[in-house]
């Protein structure tokens, strides 16, 4: 049986569900009981999902179908404003940047690269609800919710429904994986998972790290003795050994420098402008 945080962490108050959100909320009922037949206690499991702040979310999932990385302007972390601000950053957070290098061989301005591009150096987190994003994208396996989030993408920007379909079949269980990673590292933090904003992908922190990576491969920089990716020195810790983890070593070549970065985010446009803004802060 897994268990979450202590359940003082939930509000009473918080448990009951909102009226407003009854339906959204009993779309999500089924993934409860999917999660609880997988080993997750029933009570914790039921008070987390009960939470207001908890509910079946497609306006939020449908911009997962529609994100396209060429449109993004990854020219603007390479510009003078923010260069300037990613070497006032290496200033401020001197110590746990070379430490990080020193100890797992990644080099500094990559890092601080990676975070300027990810957050804006932790400036820019995301303002989605993670474990609404990844409940309702492990809910999908359902036509009657699959279509919901098909109906919330514009029509301008709807892809071919036999793209969405295949797409939705690939992430919904990549979904399902993700939140019960979610559930386990804020039981192992003794984070309240609800509270816990992101990107529209469920990306969290800092660092960007989907929660099966935040369980696996983030660090605890700070030495704290918990692992908290909205902390700068775990952030900068994290980046480095998940680079490491994936083959960065000191000295590596151009090419296997974007070999590894393409684990990050699996994007030529963002490998290049991480590499592009690394250059320009040594």
């Known amino acids: 049986m897994l268990f979450f945080f202590c359940a003082s962490l939930i509000p009473p108050n918080t448990l009951a569900a909102d009226p407003a959100r009854k339906e959204e909320k009993d779309l ?29 979310n497609p306006s939020g999932v449908s911009l997962f179908f529609i994100h396209s990385e060429s449109n993004l302007n990854y020219d603007q972390f390479s510009a003078p404003t923010s260069i300037a601000k990613a070497k006032t950053y290496m200033t401020t957070h001197k110590k746990a940047l070379e430490q990080a290098q020193s100890t797992l061989g990644v080099d500094k301005s990559i890092i601080t690269a990676i975070l300027l591009v990810e957050t804006q150096l932790g400036t820019y987190l995301g303002k989605r609800t ?16 699959k279509d919901r989030i098909w109906n919330a993408i514009p029509d301008k920007k709807k892809p071919k429904r036999a793209t969405f379909d295949k797409k939705v079949t690939k992430r919904t269980k ?10 386990r590292y804020a039981a ?9 904003k992101g990107s529209y ?5 800092i660092c960007q790290f989907m929660p099966s990576n935040a369980l696996t491969l983030a660090k605890d920089g700070n030495q704290d003795g918990k692992v908290d990716l909205f902390n700068h020195n775990d952030a900068i810790f994290s980046v480095a050994n998940y680079l490491k ?3 960065w070593k000191p000295g590596i070549r151009r090419q296997q420098q ?13 490998v290049d402008a991480v590499l592009k803004v690394s250059d320009k802060l040594k």
């Open 258 to 270: 974007h070999k590894v970065l393409f684990k990050y985010n699996h994007s030529n446009y963002y």
């Open 28 to 56: 999500l009922a089924p993934l409860v009981q999917r999660l609880v037949k997988d080993g997750f206690n029933p009570e914790q499991t039921q008070a987390i999902f009960a939470k207001k702040q908890v509910f079946f």
């Open 130 to 145: 993670v474990i609404n994003t990844l409940a309702t994208m492990a809910a999908l396996e359902e036509k009657a919710l």
């Open 174 to 183: 990549w979904g399902y994986a993700e939140l019960k990673a979610l559930l």
């Open 188 to 196: 192992r933090e003794g984070i309240d998972p609800s509270a816990i």
């Open 245 to 247: 983890h994936y083959g």
């Open 201 to 205: 992908a469920g990306a969290m922190g």
